[in-house]
């Protein structure tokens, strides 16, 4: 999509099958659609799969920016987990999971690892530890854990094309059994939080420290009459998909970037070691580290963990952007890693150069057009506050604890950068790495 827009412009018209789809691709034409234009183009192009067991009635993903449900689960999700007072109370969680890493790290020590596995099986149980202070599976263990199973075939089925959104006249057939596999994995996800509510709500298990967590707001809430419990099994549905292979894959893309660029490794790890020393890298360490922070707006940049955002919708007619007037009804998709790589914003936009957010004050909460790997506006992505803790501690704690090495016989200018996009933007070549202990822990 990103060669077709340099032939055919910012903004594409293409139908498939019987729907319109418009893409847009350049910092300009986004801010139109997301700044200017935010109101009409914030609502979701819904696919079929959300629509089992009417999940897109109760999902914060998929429910219109005009529904007061939204709203109501945006603020649900903004002042109960994201608040600057929320994050400060879980900081020790995200602490300890980042700790689990390095352990786990520490035990492979010399060894060739996927780091896809345990980044992922990480950030899956420090979701589950910020919404309701149980881990879902074992870092140390190999075997295929039910819950890790479920999240990642989840994300894979989310991916796949499915002719009902071409042909919506099709939907009631399910050709392709896409909505009856949605079913499964929906059904799976809300058992396993009926699950916990029922041993929350009868007091067999109990949230840490007594000070309440996610899921104590949200029954609280329920018991005010203020959310069912449909709903809620809904949005832990949702935060579990959106957060963990987003944060996941970011490392990850991080960490290829780092084996391939080996002089921006060491200058990393050079800062982390003279700002920290030799002790563990703590949260609050993280604001001192601009070198580090500025290697993950470039990865973020050049891998998007969502390349083409979830699907907008135009809402009302008339709406113009680039001097085209969109079809009302149409799916709007924003090209991010397009934009990220658009040589009017970005000098040498394919190289990996983390220098370029140190020249250059460029932000990525929605404000500077050709940098918006978390979107901008109505549907920003309400886990942003979270992913800007959880990303640099995990990433710096593995840099200033080990020397990250390639397998035996992989030269740097081997590991593979190409993406393979789905659910999200994962590498297609899973990255292995070695690491080997720098720093003693306590
Ligand atoms: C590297 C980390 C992350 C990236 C790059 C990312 C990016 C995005 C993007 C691009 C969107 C779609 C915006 C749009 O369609 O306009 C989004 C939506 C969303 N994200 Fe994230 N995200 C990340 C982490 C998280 C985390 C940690 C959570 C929650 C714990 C989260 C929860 C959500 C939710 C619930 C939505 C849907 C919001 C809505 O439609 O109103 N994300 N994210």
Same mark, same amino acid.
């Given at each position: 999509?990103?060669?077709?827009?340099?032939?055919?412009?910012?903004?594409?018209?293409?139908?498939?099958?019987?729907?319109?789809?418009?893409?847009?691709?350049?910092?300009?034409?986004?801010?139109?659609?997301?700044?200017?234009?935010?109101?009409?183009?914030?609502?979701?192009?819904?696919?079929?799969?959300?629509?089992?067991?009417?999940?897109?009635?109760?999902?914060?993903?998929?429910?219109?920016?005009?529904?007061?449900?939204?709203?109501?689960? =945006?603020?649900?999700?903004?002042?109960?987990?994201?608040?600057?007072?929320?994050?400060?109370?879980?900081?020790?969680i995200?602490?300890e999971k980042s700790r689990e890493l390095m352990t786990y790290f520490h035990e492979n020590?010399?060894?060739?690892i996927r780091?896809s596995l345990p980044l992922f099986g990480v950030m899956l149980n420090l979701t589950s530890n910020?919404?309701f202070s149980e881990d879902v599976l074992d870092l140390g263990s190999d075997s295929t854990e039910d819950f890790k199973e479920l999240v990642a075939?989840?994300?894979?089925?989310?991916?796949?094309?499915?002719?009902?959104?071409?042909?919506?006249?099709?939907?009631?057939?399910?050709?392709?059994?896409? =909505?009856?596999?949605?079913?499964?994995?929906?059904?799976?996800?809300?058992?396993y &939080?009926?699950?916990?509510?029922?041993?929350?709500?009868?007091?067999?298990?109990?949230?840490?420290?007594?000070?309440?967590? &996610?899921?104590?707001?949200?029954?609280?809430?329920?018991?005010?009459?203020?959310?069912?419990?449909?709903?809620?099994?809904?949005?832990?549905?949702?935060?579990?998909?959106?957060?963990s292979?987003?944060?996941s894959?970011?490392?990850?893309?991080?960490?290829?970037?780092?084996?391939?660029?080996?002089?921006?490794?060491?200058?990393? +790890?050079?800062?982390?070691?003279?700002?920290?020393?030799?002790?563990?890298?703590?949260?609050?360490?993280?604001?001192?580290?601009?070198?580090?922070?500025?290697?993950?707006?470039?990865?973020? +940049?050049?891998?998007?963990?969502?390349?083409?955002?979830?699907?907008?919708?135009?809402?009302?007619?008339?709406?113009?952007?680039?001097?085209?007037?969109?079809?009302?009804?149409?799916?709007?998709?924003?090209?991010?890693?397009?934009?990220? =790589?658009?040589?009017?914003?970005?000098?040498?936009?394919?190289?990996?150069?983390?220098?370029?957010?140190?020249?250059?004050?460029?932000?990525? +909460?929605?404000?500077? &057009?050709?940098?918006?790997?978390?979107?901008?506006?109505?549907?920003?992505?309400?886990?942003?506050?979270?992913?800007?803790?959880?990303?640099?501690?995990?990433?710096?704690?593995?840099?200033?604890?080990?020397?990250?090495?390639?397998?035996?016989?992989?030269?740097?200018?081997?590991?593979?950068?190409?993406? +393979?996009?789905?659910?999200?933007?994962?590498?297609?070549?899973?990255?292995?790495?070695?690491?080997?202990?720098?720093?003693?822990?306590?």
């Amino acid at each position: 999509m990103a060669s077709l827009a340099k032939i055919y412009g910012p903004v594409m018209s293409l139908k498939l099958g019987m729907t319109n789809l418009v893409i847009i691709s350049s910092p300009d034409t986004a801010r139109e659609a997301l700044q200017k234009n935010d109101a009409a183009v914030s609502a979701r192009w819904v696919p079929d799969n959300p629509h089992a067991l009417n999940h897109h009635e109760v999902s914060i993903a998929w429910l219109s920016s005009s529904s007061p449900l939204w709203k109501n689960l =945006r603020t649900v999700v903004t002042t109960h987990l994201m608040s600057a007072r929320c994050l400060d109370m879980t900081r020790t969680i995200r602490q300890e999971k980042s700790r689990e890493l390095m352990t786990y790290f520490h035990e492979n020590a010399g060894k060739s690892i996927r780091l896809s596995l345990p980044l992922f099986g990480v950030m899956l149980n420090l979701t589950s530890n910020l919404l309701f202070s149980e881990d879902v599976l074992d870092l140390g263990s190999d075997s295929t854990e039910d819950f890790k199973e479920l999240v990642a075939s989840a994300l894979e089925e989310i991916a796949k094309p499915n002719v009902s959104d071409f042909y919506p006249f099709l939907r009631a057939l399910d050709l392709q059994g896409r =909505r009856r596999i949605a079913k499964v994995y929906l059904e799976k996800f809300y058992n396993y &939080f009926d699950g916990i509510i029922t041993r929350r709500l009868t007091g067999v298990t109990q949230m840490k420290e007594n000070t309440g967590d &996610f899921l104590d707001s949200l029954l609280k809430l329920h018991s005010d009459s203020n959310l069912d419990l449909r709903t809620i099994k809904g949005l832990l549905t949702d935060l579990f998909v959106a957060s963990s292979e987003s944060g996941s894959i970011t490392i990850e893309w991080a960490m290829a970037e780092l084996l391939r660029n080996h002089s921006v490794m060491l200058k990393a +790890r050079a800062e982390l070691k003279e700002k920290i020393g030799s002790k563990q890298v703590e949260e609050t360490d993280i604001p001192k580290l601009p070198y580090l922070h500025a290697i993950i707006k470039e990865t973020m +940049r050049l891998h998007p963990a969502g390349p083409l955002m979830l699907p907008h919708k135009v809402t009302e007619a008339g709406v113009e952007i680039g001097g085209f007037t969109l079809p009302k009804d149409a799916r709007v998709m924003i090209n991010v890693w397009a934009i990220g =790589r658009d040589s009017t914003a970005w000098s040498e936009p394919d190289i990996f150069i983390p220098e370029r957010f140190l020249l250059r004050e460029v932000d990525f +909460r929605g404000q500077d &057009f050709e940098f918006i790997p978390f979107g901008s506006g109505r549907r920003l992505c309400p886990g942003l506050p979270l992913a800007v803790k959880t990303i640099p501690l995990m990433l710096a704690s593995m840099l200033h604890e080990f020397e990250w090495m390639l397998p035996d016989g992989i030269r740097h200018s081997d590991v593979d950068l190409k993406d +393979r996009f789905g659910a999200s933007l994962a590498l297609a070549t899973p990255l292995q790495a070695v690491p080997i202990p720098v720093i003693a822990t306590d």
